[in-house]
């Protein structure tokens, strides 16, 4: 969760429709403001599952991309889409927002590695059936669509048979503390299993802005369980000693006591 303002916070259920509608032009407004403060940290061609600055090449989490297909959902600027390409894989992008795939175009013009991307969603992927023997999210789309079912339908229609699926996103539990870096947020101060989204809605036009939607560590099992995926790894990375920078909710106060990312590591079929 970043700050949109002027906004009111609330929660409450919300459509995929009103989801979509909401954060594609959410990203798009805020891109620049991203690729500006986080593009450093991320790398032109890097790959890092998140705050803490995990990176792929440490994590493994895709094992080798060498000749894979690879498609990324939630892609942003093609960040971690470009060092799968520089690491041998055949990596597609697919985002909702058209300002982040505008600075994936331009960071492929810059970095010489081009990632072919599509505008889409992660709840109707625009490719056959057995496409990809890898897809894979970092901290992209999944938390921002309703119908999750329908995302992980679509992820398991898309992989061949024995294919890889990996994501990050933020760690379920850190939905009972306030999205403060601070002390603060280290204050559970509402429930775990809660599952109503975050919204924030515009003040002076009552439109939806921005949408979250929480799903506890079971919700994740069985729904990847539910759609013929085996779980073979789930990492919650610690935040590294002497790491001091802040982003949104993400801290070194509160990752010396609190995992913020969850990653999932699911193979699909027996
Ligand atoms: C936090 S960014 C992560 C992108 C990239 N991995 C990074 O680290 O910069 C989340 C991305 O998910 C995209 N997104 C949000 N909802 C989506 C959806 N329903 N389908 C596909 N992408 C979506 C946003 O446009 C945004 O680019």
């Known amino acids: 969760m970043e700050n949109h303002p002027p906004v009111r916070v609330e929660r409450r259920p919300v459509s995929e429709a009103e989801s979509r ?4 032009p ?3 407004r805020y891109a620049d403001e991203y690729q500006a403060t986080h593009g450093e940290f991320l790398g032109d061609a890097g790959f890092v599952w998140g705050p803490e ?3 792929e090449a440490e994590a493994r989490c895709l094992g080798d991309v060498t000749d894979r297909d690879v498609l990324e959902v939630g892609s942003g600027a093609g960040q971690c889409s470009r060092w799968v390409r520089s690491n041998g894989g055949r990596a597609y992008g697919l985002d909702l927002s058209h300002r ?6 331009r960071i492929d013009a810059e970095s010489g590695i081009h990632v072919p991307s599509v505008l889409g969603t992660a709840t109707a992927l625009p490719f056959a059936d057995d496409s990809f023997d890898v897809v894979f999210s970092s901290f992209g789309a999944l938390q921002f669509v309703s119908e999750i079912g329908t995302a992980i339908a679509e992820t398991a229609r898309v992989l061949r048979p024995g294919g890889r699926y990996a994501f990050s996103i933020t760690h379920p539990t ?3 503390f306030p999205d403060d870096p601070g002390e603060e947020g280290l204050v559970a101060s509402q429930s775990y299993w809660d599952r109503t989204p975050y919204v924030e809605v515009d003040d002076e036009t009552g ?3 921005y949408v979250e939607h929480h799903r506890t560590l079971g919700d994740w099992v069985t729904l990847l369980a539910g759609h013929g995926f085996v779980i073979t790894d789930l990492r919650e990375p610690e935040w590294p000693e002497g790491h001091d920078r802040v982003w949104g909710g993400w ?6 006591y609190t995992p913020g990312t ?5 193979r699909l079929g027996a």
């Not at 509608?21 to 594609?24: D, K, L, P, S």
């Not at 982040?100 to 175009?105: D, T």
């Not at 801290?251 to 010396?256: A, F, I, L, Q, T």
Request: overall charge positive; aromatic content about 10%.
């Open 21 to 24: 509608r909401a954060n594609g």
């Open 26 to 28: 959410d990203w798009d």
């Open 53 to 55: 600055g995990l990176t």
């Open 100 to 105: 982040q795939l505008q600075h994936s175009r």
């Open 174 to 176: 850190r939905w009972m």
């Open 207 to 209: 439109v939806v802005a």
């Open 251 to 256: 801290s070194g106060v509160r990752g010396k």
């Open 262 to 266: 969850a990653i999932f590591v699911a």
